[in-house]
């Protein structure tokens, strides 16, 4: 009786296969890989490379920025890739997964891995371009590092994305407000711009978004700790904990969307 | 034999709009069961709330003899669906949607192949399944769809309006399907429809369903028989003896005469025809046509309900506004 319980919640073939599905469909979708990457590659070139010279905060820009655009990158896919639900939803397939004897969490954990994976690559790719740009890694230890920061900060914006798209009824109206939701918390991150050069006002808006936490994580470790404002270890906790918390908020904003 | 499905005054409520109003039903194990009604009357919504995806206003229901509410995993696990609306991802080819369905059913690899061979070659889709869902003629994602449905071995298949928008060529063959699976897997088939012809050809009772109720339910044929008696029309020349004659057989049971025709109206079907050649023949008469005319289940469905089943196609925009409503009446 134990046994079929657990199952129920965490059942490992359901999930792979959810996870394999997004796989498959990002591959197929030529355009999406193509849009995703074109723009933070684009910054990179025509901003980072002219600049990167320029120091900020005693740093390069090209050097100062690359944490900055990975974590961009991050910020657009994962929100993409929990927001798409939506897309499922009015296009039927979620029907018939809801229909399965599968348990929900177990469905959007599937699902959401797949997306952290697919968001992770991206960044890997984006941050392999900046390398070739002239993007000097730290070390070894603070890539691997580096990693673990992707992937919390992509379960953040993954379940944000979720709760978004198990809102909203109709894939026009995500469209229109994508780029409001996702604008100000890119700009309000220090991808860009040192925090030093904001308004103290400014500033506490930053202190309460999550990507201002991956983005100096991201510096911390790909850089040094020398470049980030906060130490990396309240990166990880605060990370940690949004990204448990939007993951959980998520998943429930989705398990409350078969009922009428 | 036992119910395959059991219903009891399952009832639907969208806040003031009732679309499922008390129905009461039970469905034998193997049967093919339809629910004929327009658009509109509750049939998807019934069959949503049977197979666990909607929550009932009030009303009870066993599905494979599992509480299709307390016992969703049980009811999920024994059941199959073939929606309105496709459902397959577009961008995946037809034996990856199949593989997909089979990994979330908890089907391991060998049993997958198997099932999924098995399935392609019931459905005649062998040579189609690596193209992507999007590429393939609607005939055939529809047949992907129905062989999905499948997959599991269900215990019983519910199909909402299965052959909505397909041509009707590719609507005959894909009834031939259903029945063919229908005796070779003895399923239990729930289906609904807006097109009479699917549920006289199809289905072994019915029930008609007008604004969420069930006004009739019965064999296609006795559906059709209460609505009135068969009616031949005889191609003679007749004078008034013939008519007299025929006036003596008991089982007819109204004569008209017209011009050059006879219309009878009678107690009984095809078998009464060789007795009435019989009959004028030896009375030398001769007979040049005849002609059997028994009610449609469109004259039963304005029987029971005092209307005609719209002729509704389905085209694209209708599609698209019926899932806008229905997404938004579900919020």
Not at chain 1, 103 to 115: A, E, P, V
Not at chain 2, 105 to 123: C, F, K, N, P, S
Not at chain 2, 183 to 205: K, S, V
Not at chain 2, 267 to 293: A, Q, Y
Request: glycine share 8%; charged share 20%.
């Amino acid at each position: 009786m134990q046994r079929i319980e657990l199952r129920k919640v965490i059942d490992p073939l359901p999930i792979y296969t959810m996870w394999l599905r997004e796989m498959k469909r990002f591959v197929r979708i030529k355009a999406r890989i193509v849009g995703s990457l074109s723009m933070p590659f684009l910054i990179l070139v025509f901003l980072g490379l002219p600049m990167r010279s320029v120091l900020v905060e005693d740093i390069g820009y090209l050097d100062f920025l690359t944490p900055g655009i990975v974590g961009m990158t991050l910020l657009f896919s994962a929100t993409m890739a929990g927001a798409s639900i939506l897309w499922d939803k009015e296009f039927g397939f979620l029907k018939e997964v809801l229909v399965a004897p599968v348990n929900r969490f177990s469905i959007i954990l599937g699902r959401s891995l797949g997306g952290i994976t697919l968001t992770t690559i991206q960044a890997l790719i984006i941050m392999g371009a900046a390398v070739a740009m002239g993007f000097r890694l730290s070390s070894v230890s603070g890539f691997f590092l580096a990693i673990v920061v992707m992937i919390l900060t992509c379960a953040t914006f993954t379940g944000f994305g979720l709760i978004i798209g198990t809102r909203l009824t109709q894939a026009e109206g995500l469209m229109a407000i994508m780029p409001l939701i996702t604008l100000p918390i890119m700009f309000l991150s220090g991808a860009f711009f040192p925090m030093s050069a904001m308004p103290s006002w400014v500033r506490y808006v930053m202190y309460i978004n999550p990507l201002t936490y991956g983005v100096d994580g991201l510096r911390g470790t790909l850089i040094g700790p020398a470049a980030a404002v906060f130490p990396l270890w309240l990166n990880f906790v605060v990370l940690l904990v949004l990204s448990l918390t939007l993951a959980t908020l998520g998943a429930y904003s989705f398990s409350r969307m078969e009922a009428d | 034999m036992n119910n395959a499905i059991e219903i009891e005054a399952l009832t639907k409520d969208f806040s003031g709009l009732i679309a499922v109003d008390h129905i009461s039903l039970n469905v034998e194990e193997g049967e093919i069961f339809g629910f004929l009604g327009p658009n509109g009357a509750g049939k998807t919504t019934a069959i949503n709330m049977l197979c666990t995806i909607l929550n009932p206003t009030s009303g009870s229901a066993r599905v494979c003899g599992y509480d299709f509410w307390q016992q969703r995993y049980e009811v999920r696990e024994c059941i199959g669906i073939v929606f309105q609306d496709p459902t397959s991802d577009t961008f995946l080819t037809g034996k990856e949607n199949l593989d997909f369905h089979a990994r979330m059913y908890h089907m391991d690899r060998r049993t997958r192949e198997q099932r999924i061979a098995e399935v392609l070659g019931l459905l005649d889709l062998q040579g189609k399944e690596n193209t992507q869902i999007q590429h393939c003629s609607g005939g055939i994602q529809r047949r992907f769809e129905v062989a999905r449905g499948f997959l599991n071995h269900p215990k019983v298949l519910f199909l909402d309006e299965p052959t909505l928008g397909l041509d009707v060529q590719t609507r005959r063959s894909l009834w031939d399907y259903i029945k063919m699976l229908n005796e070779e897997e003895g399923t239990t088939m729930i289906l609904t429809t807006h097109y009479i012809e699917e549920a006289d050809y199809l289905c072994h009772r019915a029930a008609i369903i007008d604004a969420g109720k069930i006004a009739a339910m019965d064999t296609p044929e006795k559906l059709k028989q209460a609505v009135g008696l068969n009616l031949i029309s005889l191609q003679v020349a007749y004078d008034d003896s013939l008519v007299d004659l025929l006036k003596q057989l008991a089982w007819i049971k109204r004569i008209e005469a017209r011009d050059s025709s006879l219309e009878l109206s009678i107690d009984g079907g095809e078998e009464k025809i060789p007795e009435l050649i019989d009959f004028t023949d030896n009375h030398n008469f001769v007979i040049s046509s005849i002609e059997l005319h028994k009610p449609s289940l469109e004259d039963a469905f304005l029987h029971y309900t005092g209307k005609t089943i719209r002729k509704e196609e389905g085209n694209l925009m209708g599609l698209w506004k019926a899932m806008m409503t229905r997404s938004r009446g579900r919020r």
